[in-house]
């Protein structure tokens, strides 16, 4: 029995807002990565010059040990070395001095003529003879590295040199071999090493959590548009199917002949006209929320702007009252300000009224040189405790309207730098309070 396939899943099954998150991850391990090689790069350059200052360090050391202690060395009548004054002044058991000789018979055997007795330093003769033969080959002095008996290392120094009386091409009389503890010097770098590796890890992490939050940054715009445009679907979505399921059943309904064309007609004229005003609502607030919406500002009066916005407003032997304490000039984009009283208005006319009996609004215009107010008080049964705290939030009015009005007058509010605010009115009603800055939005906005 065949066992059921999985379902193949690809980048293209995954939403926008994944991509731009996988994208983040990407962003950022691609950044840690960088910095990672780069450091590593440093580290590798940094300890490797260390190694070669510590050994350089000891070579001239031994270097000038070497040449003073060939200062002391001396040859007979007959051309033998003689090392009397050498073992007379200098000790050369630490660090121990080995003299080794070439003779001209067998170039290519050396002769130990001193050895240490009892050197600091025990290496094996077989690593003396080793660096002496090396530097007589490249007739220069050599250094290297080496290890004691007990496995400590060590650095060895061989110097050649030649007769008093030599030509330029002659051979060397001989080698001087000091050795030199490198323990210290070894430690020393071992202890970098750990402190750059250990710095090394934490600069990563560190790259890593900066690339974090940049690349969250650099997303930021990308996943606020996916945002907005997910909020815009789907308040079209809600927004727009109970006047679609209207509109289909009122077309089913007259394909059957149970209404009057008449009334059909009313009430397909009323839908639509309702489903133009969500659109436009919709459409406002996309461009609200996107920036798109670029504010238009001039001086306007604020008093006749609210007067002839009420003036436009469907009453229907509903009273509104508009009340100015002088003239109010405020630097605001008309546009956006009408539609945020119209808003403030049509929801007063709306909810702001008890059952049965006509709404009773008042509107009042005021404010002194800081700021600029329009105040909306109805004396309704005042604003529902449930949705108090999210009142200017999408969907949130709590009376079956889609909550947008209220919402784009908060968002027309901000974007001017001002404010909206609802508390609880004299008459029991709900109080709306717009807050415009007179002087006009900020620049740095």
């Not at 009313?266 to 798109?292: K, N």
Request: hydrophobic share 40%.
């Amino acid at each position: 029995m065949r066992s059921p396939r999985r379902p193949f899943r690809s980048s293209r099954a995954l939403t926008p807002t994944a991509r731009v998150r996988r994208l983040r991850r990407r962003i950022t391990v691609l950044f840690a990565l960088t910095s990672a090689a780069s450091l590593v790069a440093m580290a590798v350059l940094a300890v490797r010059s260390d190694g070669v200052r510590g050994r350089e360090q000891l070579d001239r050391t031994m270097s000038a040990d070497t040449n003073w202690a060939l200062g002391l060395l001396e040859t007979d009548e007959d051309g033998r070395l003689d090392t009397e004054v050498l073992l007379d002044n200098a000790g050369t058991a630490c660090p121990p001095l080995f003299l080794l000789s070439v003779p001209a018979v067998a170039p290519g055997e050396l002769v130990v003529e001193h050895a240490p007795r009892r050197p600091c330093l025990t290496v094996s003769a077989a690593s003396v003879r080793e660096a002496a033969a090396t530097a007589v080959r490249a007739d220069e002095p050599r250094s290297r590295d080496a290890r004691t008996a007990d496995g400590e290392p060590v650095r060895m120094f061989a110097l050649p040199f030649y007769p008093p009386d030599a030509e330029e091409d002659a051979s060397p009389q001989g080698v001087l071999v000091t050795v030199a503890d490198a323990s210290a010097q070894r430690a020393d770098h071992r202890r970098l090493t750990w402190v750059v590796t250990g710095g090394c890890a934490l600069l990563v992490l560190l790259s890593a959590g900066v690339g974090h939050l940049l690349s969250g940054r650099a997303v930021r715009p990308a996943l606020e548009a996916l945002d907005r445009q997910e909020s815009f679907l789907a308040d079209a979505a809600h927004d727009l199917r109970t006047p679609a399921a209207s509109l289909r059943t009122l077309a089913e309904t007259a394909l059957r002949g149970e209404t009057d064309s008449t009334d059909v007609h009313r009430r397909t004229l009323r839908l639509a006209e309702g489903m133009g005003t969500l659109v436009d609502g919709l459409l406002t607030r996309a461009r609200l929320m996107s920036g798109t919406a670029v504010l238009a500002v001039e001086p306007l009066r604020l008093d006749q702007l609210v007067e002839a916005v009420v003036e436009d407003a469907e009453v229907e032997g509903q009273r509104v009252t508009v009340r100015a304490e002088r003239a109010v000039v405020v630097v605001a984009d008309p546009d956006l300000v009408r539609r945020a009283v119209a808003n403030l208005v049509g929801n007063a006319l709306v909810h702001g009224r008890l059952p049965g009996e006509p709404a009773e609004v008042e509107v009042t215009v005021g404010g002194d040189g800081s700021t600029t107010t329009v105040t909306v008080e109805d004396a309704g049964p005042g604003l529902p405790p449930e949705v108090a705290g999210a009142l200017f939030d999408r969907f949130r009015s709590g009376s079956g309207s889609t909550g947008l009005g209220l919402s784009i007058a908060s968002w027309v509010a901000h974007a001017h730098g001002g404010s909206l605010a609802a508390e609880s009115g004299r008459r029991g009603g709900a109080r709306f309070v717009l807050r415009l800055p007179p002087g006009g939005p900020s620049t740095e906005g």
